[in-house]
């Protein structure tokens, strides 16, 4: 099972509920105010294959195809958690800041936590997300085991 376009209820950060959360900043309703708002919108993105905004909302030049690329890598992993650990900085304020999180995703039968140290900056007075320090650790999960996600099912019948 992978990941649906369509916009939950519960937003994907898990912060609150999505039309109040990460959907108004998807559908440019309103700007990220810190720079953890902006690093929840963008795995908010990831998980609902929201290619486009990953791609405008960062300070590299984009590649032909990029946020289709990403869109479709996000729609194509089963999306389990984000934990923020720690915000340096990043708030209405500053200029600069940086975000310590780790994403869980299920893919291909093993769970991955990606945990990266953001860097984000303002630009024309928006947030931007500017570059990483990731670490990636594999878990391999057995199909019977039950599914990280917290379905109550197993992992077969659920992320598989």
């Known amino acids: 099972m992978t990941s649906s376009n369509v916009p939950p209820s519960?937003?994907?950060?898990?912060r609150d509920v999505y039309a109040r959360c990460c959907g108004?900043?998807?559908?440019?309703?309103?700007?990220?105010e810190t720079a953890e708002a902006l690093m929840r919108s963008r795995y908010s993105a990831f998980v609902l294959g929201r290619?486009?905004?990953?791609v405008e909302?960062?300070?590299s030049a984009p590649r032909p195809g990029q946020a289709d690329e990403l869109g479709a890598w996000g729609r194509s992993v089963g999306w389990v958690g984000l934990t923020v650990?720690?915000?340096?900085?990043?708030?209405?304020?500053?200029?600069?800041?940086v975000v310590r999180f780790t994403a869980r995703y299920v893919e291909g039968g093993a769970l991955f936590a990606l945990s990266e140290r953001s860097a984000f900056t303002r630009v024309d007075g928006r947030w931007r997300y500017v570059e990483g320090d990731?670490?990636?650790?594999?878990?391999r999960l057995g199909r019977n085991e039950p599914c990280p996600c917290g379905s109550g099912r197993k992992v077969k019948q659920c992320h598989a």
């Open 134 to 139: 990731v670490e990636e650790k594999r878990q």
């Open 57 to 59: 909302t960062s300070t």
């Open 10 to 14: 519960r937003c994907p950060c898990g």
């Open 24 to 32: 108004p900043l998807h559908d440019r309703s309103a700007p990220a």
């Open 85 to 97: 650990e720690a915000v340096e900085q990043g708030g209405p304020d500053d200029r600069d800041g």
């Open 51 to 54: 290619g486009d905004y990953l």
